[in-house]
């Protein structure tokens, strides 16, 4: 059995409790949060203050952290490697390096594994540009996000004076997808990929107009896209829109010889966002602990680590049922 | 580089010699066949007999092997192991295991690196199962082919008395890969997954509804599914239905809680299955010389592999523009 800590409890913590549930070779020893213990409801897991948990040390094979990649992790990570094998789902894209070589540091120095930025971007949609372009090196890789919605561009909208809540869904172009699933080489635009998709409560006694024209040129978020707006009302919010589904398409598109196309196509459809990353995040908990056993000190990353280390199967059944 | 030779040169001998033009990290020794060199034309890479492989090995970093399932490969890739590193694309799945032990021995008593198994199903199709069963552990995994010719089919049609030529295309029931991917969970017979089209060439006299009836009533090829036979002329036949493509897609649907459904999709769309294969087997010849170079002799599927070792880029490098 692996012995599994959850540091963290919000949306993608609750979805580690689930995942553990479901993989019968994991054990979850409890919940590590900053808050107040008794204020956190979990779904039967023991809750303790983080203060406690380097006192059940022994118990621990690995930590999950659950944290954001804003603020926690970037401390979170690199700290609690000097104690625990860790696996975390830092996305801050261009920090990976970064947090990478300071984790690795940490690793080598205290003698355990850590495997950083899982879940499905980074994670499956790296790994799958790193296999699609290996086998089709002069092929293009295009990255499709959505439909699902984006809490940067939620966190964006609700910042704006006047907006009292909003959800933003980032919408993938299908025309242009199934363009280039048949083959088509196309030079693509920001706009011609996406689209973006606004529902907004407003505070009483504000302007639509106004608003909605502070969201459409909004730099980075909204400016270079083809953005709608709806305003509705907080209830028509809460009951439509409170879900977190996501998903998106990694399609590399290559040829072999002079107009013989090959396209490798890899599509999430995910009801809900953080219990998907936390199904990933369990699995790479598996592979960490294995590692850990191995005493293959280090940071990885989901691109180093062999595939079969994911599955709670030997490697001889994997041959015999998968291959 | 890299330094390769090819084994066998059929339709995968040629994809391999393209593949490795536009891996410039990848260098070819040569062809090497049991037919008299002088009779084989390839695309400019130099031929040789086979008698001659043994006396070019210390030039050789790796041996594709791309010969037959049913007899080249499960003799060649034992053999020349003893004195090579090899690479196949051995699938005949259910005997997988059985070759896997005895190229293993043999890699590992004459230290070498043998990489069985590649290409697409088994290969890329096994790792997207091992992946998405190892993430989403209930959910279940379905795999459909096509719409592709099939070797093993057209071969079963050519067989027929009063045949002159055939060609068989597998073709998946889109309807339910739809519904799949919607969430769906289906219980599904072989019939319901793939439908078989056959394009038949009759000899002068043979009588089209016995032929028809013969195929359609044929055990294990087509009497499990709803089969459309066309008769054609050979003209029509090389003209329309020569080329090879093919592809398919494994499907994982799963909840990670009542309702809220997890799908992932793996699609191919193939213009030609033997030049696809081809690149996944130089992907794999790549992983295989950096094994060998580490000395981490034995016999390894795609399953085993670390995904960077398929990469010419460095994990540094990955890990920037990837992750």
Redesign the interface.
């Known amino acids: 059995m692996t012995k599994v800590a959850i540091v963290g409890y919000g949306n993608l913590g609750r ?1 580690v409790e ?2 553990l549930a ?2 019968s070779d994991m054990e979850l020893v409890g919940v590590f949060t900053r808050r107040a213990p008794e204020t956190v409801a979990t779904e039967g897991a023991l809750v303790f203050a983080m203060a406690d948990l380097i006192q059940q040390k022994d118990k621990i094979d690995v930590c999950i952290l659950c944290g954001g990649s804003a603020t926690d992790l970037p401390q979170q990570t690199p700290e609690l490697t000097r104690d625990f094998n860790t696996v975390d789902s830092f996305d801050t ?1 261009a920090k ?2 970064e947090h ?1 070589a300071k984790v690795d540091q940490v690793a080598m120095e205290n003698k355990t594994v850590s495997v950083i ?1 899982t879940g499905w971007d ?1 994670g ?1 949609f ?2 799958n ?3 699609a ?6 092929g293009t890789t295009y990255t499709f996000w959505g439909k699902g919605v984006s809490q940067g561009h939620s966190d964006a909208l609700r910042r704006i004076g006047g907006v009292a809540d909003a959800t933003q869904y980032t919408i993938p172009n299908q025309e242009v997808i199934d363009k280039l ?1 048949a ?1 088509a080489q196309l030079e693509l635009t920001t706009r011609d990929k996406h689209f973006r998709e606004c529902f907004v409560v407003l505070e009483e006694g504000a302007d639509p107009e106004v608003i909605k024209n502070e969201i459409v040129t909004m730099p980075n978020y909204f400016a270079d896209y083809d953005t709608k707006v709806h305003f509705i009302s907080q209830e028509e919010l809460n009951r439509d829109h409170k879900a977190m589904p996501h998903g998106g398409t990694v399609l590399h598109a290559g040829e ?2 002079p ?14 966002n953080p ?2 990353t ?3 995040l ?2 790479y908990a ?1 592979a960490c602990a294995r590692l850990a056993n191995e005493k293959q000190c280090g940071a990885y ?8 280390y ?3 199967k030997t ?2 059944q ?3 049922e ?2």
Do not use: C, M, W
């Not at 372009?133 to 002069?138: D, K, R």
């Not at 990353?301 to 079969?308: G, S």
């Open positions: 979805g689930r995942a479901v993989n894209h990976i390096p990478f930025s980074p499956l790296s790994l540009r790193l296999y372009e290996s086998i089709l090196p002069t699933k083959g072999t010889a107009g013989v196309h090959q396209v490798i196509d890899y599509t999430l459809k995910l009801d809900s219990e998907f936390a199904s990933v369990v699995a598996r990353t989901v691109l180093d680590i062999p595939p079969k994911l599955s709670a490697v001889e994997l041959r015999v998968l291959l």
